[in-house]
């Protein structure tokens, strides 16, 4: 531990300087512009002396190329020691009124790093465990205070190698505990891999979901009747699979960053219709939206969910959404199937869109993954569009 906390503070104090070096620049570079100038006016001479020819008449220049030189050096420096003073100072009144602001948002970005939850008014947080298939499995949550029965639940589902608590933190799902009164879980997969591939074996990732909301469900008194899931990237994926294999448990998904493996495909014939809502940015390089081998693009994936929930062939609406942010680099189409049985299915299309959560306010955790939309918010869109609908508790 004391090694990573050492880097982190020398990787912040050249950031530090970094930004520095930006500020000061242009206030150095205009005090030493004329001193430069000049003295790059008699290197040049001394690079290039006249002709002999010219010699004869003109002044000999070099003692006093060299003089000038050594001045001009010494008013430079004088100069850059004046700007700094005077770039330091504004630079101190920057800061000043900065600080609050710097401090709030580094308390945020500690917690995302540590996998701590961080508290959204209203709420508490809880962990478990469940034995399962010879395994201790752990999940973290957020809930509203007071625990009110009959509430909704969200199954969040991390992507790989990222914590549950970073995964609240990243989506901000506190946000529906405290204004919507939903339970969120974040179960926690095996080696934080899911087991999404039905032929690729792994962990009994399925049963585990299925005997967690069974357990939860009835000793939290929670509705049955409106379990949603959600999840980004192998999150997704898994979330896919449970909706195949486990339909009745479910009431409506939301992807991200997810498409369709077509070892699922081919065996999602379940009777259960459910909503679906993809996120899915044109630019993703890890789940592309064109799609790959074995996987379907995000368009052959939404048409395969609007198949399933029996809406009109070839029967969609599109529109763009306003572009609210027009530094995040990208902008939101939705498509729309119509005429679904008891059901919605929506693709919303980030062009130039990485492989990220839409609205995060954590984005600079995913600049590797391109860019993050922030027209729209995932999180809050998901559960709007999924909430109003339930499955009946006597489905099969």
């Not at 909706?243 to 479910?250: V, Y």
Request: with cysteine.
């Amino acid at each position: 531990m004391t090694h990573r906390f050492i880097s982190r503070r020398v990787h912040d104090a050249c950031t530090l300087f970094a930004g520095l070096l930006l500020i000061l620049t242009p206030a150095i570079t205009q005090a030493i512009a004329p001193r430069l100038e000049a003295t790059a006016a008699a290197l040049r001479v001394q690079a290039n002396p006249p002709s002999l020819a010219a010699a004869s008449t003109a002044p000999q220049v070099r003692p006093a190329a060299l003089g000038g030189l050594l001045g001009g050096l010494g008013g430079a420096l004088g100069d850059i020691g004046g700007a700094l003073d005077g770039a330091l100072g504004d630079l101190g009144g920057a800061l000043s009124g900065t600080l609050g602001e710097f401090t709030g948002n580094l308390t945020g970005l500690l917690l995302q790093v540590s996998g701590e939850i961080t508290p959204t008014p209203g709420t508490e947080t809880f962990s478990g465990t469940l034995a399962w298939d010879g395994d201790t499995r752990r999940y973290v949550g957020v809930r509203p205070i007071g625990a009110p029965a009959g509430a909704p639940v969200l199954l969040l589902l991390h992507p790989r190698g990222l914590a549950p608590g970073r995964m609240v933190n990243l989506t901000l799902a506190g946000r529906l505990a405290a204004d919507y009164g939903v339970w969120v879980y974040v179960p926690e997969a095996n080696g934080n891999s899911w087991a999404d591939d039905p032929l690729a074996g792994g962990a009994d990732d399925v049963g585990f979901l299925n005997a967690l909301m069974a357990r939860e469900l009835s000793a939290n008194a929670l509705d049955a009747a409106r379990v949603y899931v959600a999840g980004y990237s192998n999150g997704g994926f898994m979330a896919e699979r449970l909706a195949c294999e486990r339909p009745a448990l479910l009431a409506g998904i939301a992807l991200v960053a997810t498409t369709l493996r077509d070892t699922l495909a081919s065996r999602c014939g379940g009777p259960q219709r459910l909503p679906v809502l993809m996120f899915n940015g044109t630019s993703d390089l890890v789940t592309f939206y064109a799609g790959f081998p074995t996987l379907r693009g995000a368009v052959a994936t939404a048409a395969f969910w609007a198949e399933k929930n029996q809406c009109a062939e070839n029967d969609t609406s599109t529109v763009a959404l306003p572009d609210l942010v027009r530094n995040d680099n990208a902008t939101v189409t939705v498509t729309r199937y119509n005429r679904c049985v008891d059901s919605t299915v929506a693709l919303y299309t980030v062009n130039n869109g990485g492989h990220t959560w839409p609205g995060t306010q954590y984005a600079s955790y995913t600049l590797a993954l391109g860019e993050t939309t922030l027209d729209i918010d995932a999180t809050l869109e998901l559960w709007r569009q999924l909430s109003a609908y339930s499955r009946p508790v006597t489905a099969p």
